[in-house]
């Protein structure tokens, strides 16, 4: 089809084409960025948690006056725990993966070092990689005789003697890897303060950080056997299958309100629901991003349908003359669908520059990486596909036109 | 004049319906999108004590070990409890309140109500006057109720509401951690938003039920929650060992009102430091800063980044919906240039037709203002339902309501600016003898 009466007459329209251009131009800039930031955001949410989380509960259990001895509570709560009926696994820690609240220490590989190598979350509590079924893929787990209460740890730390400290670690495949790349890590010392040096002596497959809020840092997390005694911030975590979650739930704060009805139930909660929470706000962000953008597609196509119409009713003698000269109906109706696709491809191509620009000052605002080349012809076909769509309905009533129209004078 | 224009305006818009429909939906859409985003902003960004929060100021000092210095690196974000306890005792500002935060189990005396965790404040006297924190009932306790580390609580009136059914409970007990305390004051619904005296806590919708004196917390080792950093060999901060000296775990807050006053607690927290490095604990030269509350905020960049990409989102959509509601316009107005034309040639100026063709897009400005406005309040209560922590603070207030009538009306009038500076420029002649 011959495209150069349409130039001709788009050029006789400059100032509405422009606006129509640059409208275009904004919603595919705006769209390709959306999209690429709702693929962001999705990927974000599919982060794995290294944890069998349909298997997992968390509670947590606060006593309103402090237990004498906290580390034999703590035992007797797990014992009382694993006997309840549909318990795998049973154990206790300070935090769970994508939890938020964290302890974090600070690697050194040499303890003169000046700087700190990495910060990694450090777990602390007993069966931890058995009940949360991360898997160990090299070396033992943590043994019984590993283990140093917290409280003993803290005075030999204080006093700067070395016995009372823990001495070895498990650490995840992902940590091992940028510590020593390409070396076994098992026999190697990790440094937590100039004092503390811990041996690795397991690796475990996945264990996401509790505040995984950096992909490429999520996996450094470490378990280190230190025991931290019965209080409010100690988790009690049950492994037991999918279907038997909710049974295990009541059986097990029942058991746990036996041994002091007094005490408080603070955390309550399947791993589901951890893990929910943790991305609710990206899950919130997905979600306005994709009315964002189909409020944009709409108020886009309404605007090139209102344009469409107008054009149409202004040139309707010009319609009437060309059928009268012999052009069919659908050579007008591909007109109005041609002259939509110069005007949109245009707009495309100033959006794709436009969608480069809003992307560069997102990089440098929001922490997002490049957007990349894959993303543009998303934004391409979407308002293409949405431009054809809009102008159909006048581009039909512009055929419907009968020729007789050239005869009228007005 | 202003009357027929409006009456003009009014007859073309009823005219053509679906366009005029078209238009007013465009711009409530944008409206309502732009001022949903923009109240939650203005709310997460607004100051928590208006009036008073110019003159609050955190000092920080920087007692870390030379491990890991670098020059211009920042402060830790907290002090220690021995600076903390050091720079409270200077008295060197008007007020000053030292303060962390924590959970505590109450037990109450009427056993109806099972035992709860309510979020605790441990803190000094000056905390309750320097924050403006109005009492119900009673007072805060004294300076002297401090050092003696008095068994005193002030609680929040939800809490007071809870257990004594909003009667005066001042000098009745409460059961806090095993041990009895007096309560000495009730307060009057206060709950800064952004939680700025720590934001350990999280930023808003945060508020503490009890307050107790510090000193009594430390003595009786009650739950310290929040962030704890510790360097060297520093460590604690677990239920029954406090963290050492080498963990920042305090914030202290001072007022200061008046510039000279900031510039000498400037050189107290210098001359602090120097000292402290000449006696050999602090080993850093002197690092100190003292922000005051709007500036500690935006230091710590409080507003979530998701809120401020929504706004910025919400204008990008406005500004589409303005470009269309301008293209439309001007397809409107072209449309009538017959009847224009003939105005022009019956002696009206371009002024005069270009103040109508203006009223005209006023009117879809001002009904777009309405949508957008009720298109906002829906957007707010979508907000509200969301589980993020600031969500229930997410109001329309009066500010926002005028800024949307502002924003509406100024982006049509902007936007109907070319099409009717381009209507005005027919020739009047062309358009009679064209028909």
Redesign the interface.
């Known amino acids: 089809m011959d495209i150069r009466p349409i130039l001709s007459s788009l050029r006789r329209h400059k100032?509405?084409s422009a606006?129509?251009i640059?409208?275009i131009a904004?919603?595919c800039a705006?769209v390709c960025n959306?999209v690429f930031?709702i693929g962001q955001r999705l990927q974000r949410m599919d982060m794995p948690s290294g944890v069998a989380e349909h298997e997992l509960l968390q509670i947590q259990v606060?006593?309103?006056?402090?237990p004498p001895n906290?580390y034999a509570r703590s035992a007797e709560d797990l014992a009382v725990l694993s006997q309840v009926p549909g318990v795998l696994s049973v154990a206790s820690s300070n935090q769970v993966p994508f939890g938020n609240s964290s302890s974090n220490g600070n690697i050194m590989l040499d303890p003169n070092q000046?700087?700190?190598t990495l910060n990694a979350t450090t777990y602390f509590g007993e069966n931890i990689a058995k009940t949360l079924g991360t898997r160990l893929i090299a070396g033992r787990d943590l043994q019984s005789d590993d283990f140093v209460n917290?409280?003993a740890?803290?005075?030999a730390?204080?006093t700067?003697d070395s016995k009372n400290l823990p001495t070895v670690t498990l650490i995840t495949h992902t940590l091992a890897e940028r510590l020593w790349p390409g070396q076994n890590p098992l026999g190697k010392t990790i440094y937590l303060?100039?004092?503390v040096g811990i041996r690795v002596v397991g690796v475990l497959d996945s264990l996401a950080r509790p505040n995984a809020y950096d992909p490429a840092k999520a996996q450094y997390s470490m378990v280190v056997p230190l025991r931290?005694?019965a209080?409010?911030?100690q988790i009690y975590l049950i492994r037991t299958r999918p279907e038997d979650r909710a049974n295990v739930m009541i059986a097990a704060l029942a058991a746990l309100k036996k041994a002091d009805p007094?005490r408080?139930v603070?955390t309550q909660r399947t791993f589901d629901e951890v893990r929910r929470?943790f991305f609710?706000?990206d899950r919130?962000?997905a979600g306005?991003?994709v009315g964002?953008i189909v409020?944009?597609l709409i108020?886009?196509a309404?605007?090139i349908?209102?344009?469409a119409s107008?054009?149409v009713?202004?040139r309707r003698r010009m319609i009437g003359v060309r059928r009268a000269l012999g052009a069919t109906r659908s050579d007008i109706l591909r007109y109005f669908q041609t002259e939509n696709f110069l005007l949109a491809s245009i707009g495309i191509a100033f959006g794709m520059l436009l969608a480069y620009g809003v992307n560069l000052f997102?990089m440098a605002h929001?922490e997002l990486p490049r957007l990349p080349g894959l993303y543009f012809p998303i934004g391409a076909l979407a308002l293409w596909l949405v431009g054809q769509g809009a102008v159909l309905g006048p581009a039909l009533r512009a055929a419907a036109v009968p020729p007789v129209v050239a005869t009228r004078s007005? | 004049m202003f009357g027929y224009y409006l009456d003009l305006a009014l007859r073309s818009l009823r005219r053509n319906k679906a366009?005029t429909a078209?238009m007013v939906?465009?711009v409530a859409?944008?409206i309502g999108?732009s001022m949903t985003t923009l109240t939650v902003l203005h709310v997460l960004s607004g100051d928590p004590l208006p009036g008073r929060s110019g003159e609050l100021y955190y000092p920080q000092v920087d007692p870390q070990d030379i491990?890991?210095m670098s020059p211009d690196k920042e402060p830790p974000q907290q002090l220690t409890l021995i600076d903390g306890q050091n720079l409270l005792q200077a008295k060197r500002a008007d007020r000053q309140a030292l303060m962390t935060g924590g959970?505590v189990?109450?037990?109450p005396s009427d056993s109806s109500l099972?035992?709860?965790?309510a979020e605790a404040r441990y803190t000094t006297t000056d905390f309750f006057a320097m924050f403006g924190a109005p009492f119900r009932y009673g007072q805060a306790w004294s300076a002297a109720d401090d050092e003696a580390k008095a068994r005193d609580v002030v609680i929040a009136g939800t809490l007071n509401q809870k257990l004594f059914g909003g009667a005066n409970s001042v000098g009745r007990s409460l059961?806090l951690?095993?041990t009895s305390f007096r309560i000495v004051g009730v307060l009057d619904g206060w709950q800064p938003n952004p939680h700025f005296y720590d934001l350990n806590t999280g930023a808003y919708a945060y508020g503490e039920q009890v307050f107790v004196p510090l000193k009594t917390m430390l003595e009786l080792h009650l739950?310290h929650n929040g962030s704890t950093d510790c360097w060297?060999?520093g460590?604690?901060g677990?239920?029954?060992?406090l963290p050492?000296n080498e963990c920042v775990w305090m914030q202290f807050w001072v007022q200061l009102d008046s510039p000279a006053k900031v510039a000498a607690y400037r050189e107290v927290l210098v001359h602090y430091s120097q000292e402290q490095k000449t006696l050999g604990r602090f080993q850093r030269a002197p690092n100190a800063r003292l922000r005051n509350v709007m500036q500690w905020l935006d230091h710590n960049m409080v507003v979530?980044?998701?809120v401020r990409?929504?706004t910025g989102?919400?204008f990008?959509?406005l500004?589409?919906?303005l470009?269309?509601t301008?293209?439309?316009m001007?397809?409107?107005f072209?449309?009538r240039a017959a009847e224009l034309g003939v105005r022009r040639a019956l002696g009206a100026s371009r002024r005069a037709l270009f103040a109508q063709l203006l009223i005209e897009s006023g009117v879809i400005g001002l009904v777009g203002g309405i949508g957008g406005l009720l298109l906002a309040l829906l957007g707010l209560w979508l907000v509200r339902q969301?589980?993020?922590d600031y969500a229930a603070l997410a109001h329309l207030d009066l500010s926002m309501l005028f800024a949307t009538f502002v924003l509406a009306l100024g982006a049509t009038l902007l936007a109907g600016l070319?099409p009717a500076w381009?209507a005005c420029q027919i020739a009047p002649a062309l358009q009679l003898k064209s028909?």
Do not use: H
Request: net charge neutral; with cysteine; charged share 20%.
């Open positions: 100032l509405t606006l129509l640059l409208e904004l919603t705006i959306a930031l606060a006593d309103t006056v402090a906290p000046r700087e700190r917290v409280e740890a803290l005075k730390l204080a700067g303060t100039p004092v931290m005694g209080s409010k911030d007094r408080v603070t929470r609710q706000d919130a962000m306005i991003l964002v409020a944009l108020v886009t309404l605007g349908v209102g344009l107008f054009w009713a202004q997102l929001y007005v | 366009l078209l939906l465009a859409l944008g999108a491990k890991g959970q189990p109450i037990d099972d035992p709860f965790y059961r951690a095993g739950d060297g060999n460590g604690g677990t239920s029954s060992i050492s979530p980044d998701d990409l929504q989102l919400a990008g959509f500004l589409v919906c470009v269309n301008v293209g439309l001007l397809a409107k072209m449309r969301r589980p993020s070319l381009r028909n």
